[in-house]
C-alpha cells in the first residue's frame, strides 16, 4: 500500500510539473512572440534602429529564459529557432526584403514549440 | 563529457528507485507487465543517456511514471481478481493426469521441447509420473508428480524430528551481528566464552554461526583451503 501511495504521489507531481511546464512554455512563447512582432512592425515600417533595438531585447529574454525553455523541450527544436534569430540581424540591418519571412519563420518556429507540447490527440497519436 | 558523466548519475539513481519501488522480483518471476516495463526503463534510460540534447526530464518523467502505473496497476490487481487475470493471465493445465492437453499446447505456442524441458527441470523424466502441468503467468511450469513417484519424505516414514531454526552469523568478517545472538537467544556472555576458549577477539573471527542449542562453528580469519 505505501508503494501504491507513493506511486500515487509521484504520478500527481508529475501532473503538476507537466501543467507547470505548459504554463511556463506559453508565457516564454507569447513574450516571445509579442516581441517578435516588434521587431516585425519596426521592420514593416522601414525602422532599422527600432528593430535592432526590439531584436536586441528579444535575445535578452530568450538568453534569459532558454535554459528553463530547454529543461522542457527537445534541444533541436530550440536550436532552430536560434539559428534563425541569429540570421535575423544582418537581414534587418541590410534591409533585406527577406527579413520579414524570415520573423514569419521565427514566429512559426515560437508558435511551435508551445503549439506541440500541448496534450491534443494528435499530438499525442 | 562532464554533462554525460553527470546525466548518468541522475538516471542511475532514478533507474534505483524506480527498481526498488517496483519491489524485489528475481527476472525471472516477473510478469510479462514487469518484464516489459523493466525493458522499457532500461530503453529510455538509454536514450536520455546518448543524446544530451533531449531534456533529462523526458528521460525521468517517461520512467517514474511507467513504474508509477506498475505499482498501480499491482496493488489493483491485488484486490482485483478480474483485473488480476486481464494483466497477468490465468494458470492453465498443459497436462492432467499423464495425458497432454494438445489444444492448450497450440494455445499457449508451447513445443514438445519446451515441455520436455520443462519437466526434465522439475525432476521428471517420464510424462505418465505426472499429475499435473500447469503453466503459470510468468510462463514457468510447475509440475506435479502422482502419489506413488513422489519421494518420501520423514513423515511418510514416521521418523519425526522437532523443527529448528536455522544457523544464524554471528560474526561476519570480524563484525559482531548484536541481533543475530539476540534472535536465537543468546548474549554476549555466551559469546565471550566462546572467544576465550578459542583465544580469540571478535575481529580475529571470520565467521561464526549458532544456533538455538548454542551449537557453533568458527572459523579464524586468515584460515584458507591449501
Known amino acids: ?125 | 563529457m562532464t554533462i554525460v558523466l553527470i546525466r548518468s548519475f541522475i538516471l542511475y539513481l532514478v533507474v534505483m528507485f524506480s527498481v526498488r519501488l517496483m519491489g524485489k522480483r528475481q527476472l525471472g518471476e516477473l510478469q510479462p507487465a514487469e518484464l516489459v516495463v523493466t525493458i522499457l526503463i532500461s530503453n529510455i534510460a538509454t536514450l536520455a543517456l546518448e543524446d544530451i540534447e533531449i531534456p533529462l526530464l523526458h528521460g525521468i518523467l517517461p520512467i517514474l511514471a511507467l513504474v508509477c502505473y506498475e505499482v498501480i496497476a499491482s496493488w489493483i490487481s491485488l484486490k482485483s481478481v478480474r483485473f488480476r487475470r486481464w494483466i497477468s493471465g490465468s494458470p492453465k493445465i498443459l497436462i492432467r493426469d499423464g495425458v497432454i492437453d494438445q489444444e492448450m499446447m497450440k494455445t499457449l505456442r508451447f513445443s514438445v521441447d519446451d515441455l520436455m524441458a520443462a519437466l526434465r527441470m522439475g525432476g521428471v523424466f517420464f510424462i505418465e509420473e505426472v499429475q499435473f502441468a500447469i503453466v503459470e503467468t510468468n510462463g514457468s511450469v510447475s509440475v506435479y508428480q502422482k502419489s506413488a513417484y513422489q519421494p518420501s519424505e520423514k513423515q511418510d516414514l514416521q521418523a519425526f524430528q522437532p523443527s529448528i531454526d536455522p544457523p544464524q552469523t554471528i560474526i561476519a568478517d570480524g563484525q559482531l551481528r548484536e541481533h543475530s545472538l539476540s534472535a536465537i537467544g543468546l548474549d554476549r556472555q555466551w559469546l565471550d566464552t566462546i572467544l576465550n576458549q578459542e583465544k580469540l577477539n571478535i575481529k580475529d573471527v571470520f565467521i561464526l554461526t549458532a544456533d538455538k542449542s548454542s551449537a557453533y562453528q568458527l572459523i579464524p580469519k586468515g584460515v584458507s583451503v591449501s
Open chain 1, 1 to 125: 500500500m505505501n508503494r501504491c501511495k507513493v506511486s500515487i504521489y509521484i504520478l500527481l507531481s508529475l501532473i503538476l510539473l507537466c501543467i507547470f511546464s505548459l504554463i511556463e512554455l506559453q508565457k516564454q512563447c507569447e513574450n516571445y512572440l509579442l516581441l517578435t512582432e516588434a521587431v516585425e512592425s519596426a521592420v514593416n515600417q522601414n525602422n532599422t534602429d527600432q528593430a535592432l533595438s526590439a531584436l536586441d531585447d528579444l535575445e535578452a529574454n530568450w538568453k534569459s529564459y532558454h535554459n528553463i525553455n530547454g529543461t522542457f523541450v527537445n534541444g533541436s527544436e530550440l536550436d532552430s529557432l536560434r539559428e534563425t534569430m541569429s540570421g535575423l540581424r544582418p537581414l534587418i540591418a541590410n534591409q533585406h526584403p527577406e527579413a520579414d519571412s524570415e520573423i514569419q519563420k521565427m514566429k512559426n518556429l515560437i508558435l511551435s514549440i508551445y503549439e506541440e507540447e500541448l496534450p491534443e490527440i494528435w499530438h499525442i497519436l
